[in-house]
């Protein structure tokens, strides 16, 4: 947390325009704070809504293949054709994985200095005060970090995928 904080802080700003005791200081510190939460917040709605886009993206997919390999017709497909799809599918998962995964390291970078602004101001409510009230993820039962789960879901599916065209090839 240091090194976050040594490098949050311009020393030039507070030594030439503000005095850190000053109101007119801690209105901006509060002021970026406010805007720190608030990114980070954006942040999650984004990965919000990239999830429901893969979510989306299987389910049409594997809809339309379904549909497709329902046919009469189209019983007897090559392997070849059913690995392309497979291949498609697991790409897919391995892209949604990473997204989740980049998405979390960006929120946990968002809020590290959302923890080094929070040394400047009278209360830590969400670095300390509320880490601590979800006993810092520790026991599943009080707090279980959202991106636990979510990185499961690509990974469901992708094993889902893999034995569902085994049984399809046998």
Not at 11 to 25: L, M, N, Q, V
Not at 67 to 85: I, M, Y
Not at 116 to 122: G, I, K
């Amino acid at each position: 947390m240091a090194e976050i904080s040594n490098s949050l802080w311009n020393d030039d700003i507070t030594a030439s325009h503000y005095r850190e005791e000053t109101a007119p200081y801690q209105a901006a510190v509060f002021e970026q704070y406010k805007l720190c939460v608030e990114m980070a917040d954006r942040v999650s709605a984004r990965r919000n809504l990239a999830n429901t886009f893969f979510l989306t993206l299987n389910s049409g997919l594997v809809a339309f293949l379904g549909a497709w390999l329902s046919q009469p017709q189209r019983r007897g497909l090559s392997v070849l054709l059913l690995l392309a799809g497979l291949l498609v599918l697991l790409a897919i998962c391995v892209a949604w994985w990473f997204t989740v995964r980049s998405y979390q390291q960006l929120n946990d970078g968002k809020w590290k200095v959302i923890g080094a602004l929070e040394e400047r101001l009278p209360t830590r409510a969400f670095s300390a005060a509320e880490w601590k009230a979800l006993d810092e993820g520790q026991d599943w039962r009080v707090y279980l970090p959202l991106t636990h789960v979510e990185r499961w879901v690509p990974l469901i599916f992708a094993g889902t995928y893999l034995l569902g065209f085994a049984a399809l090839a046998l």
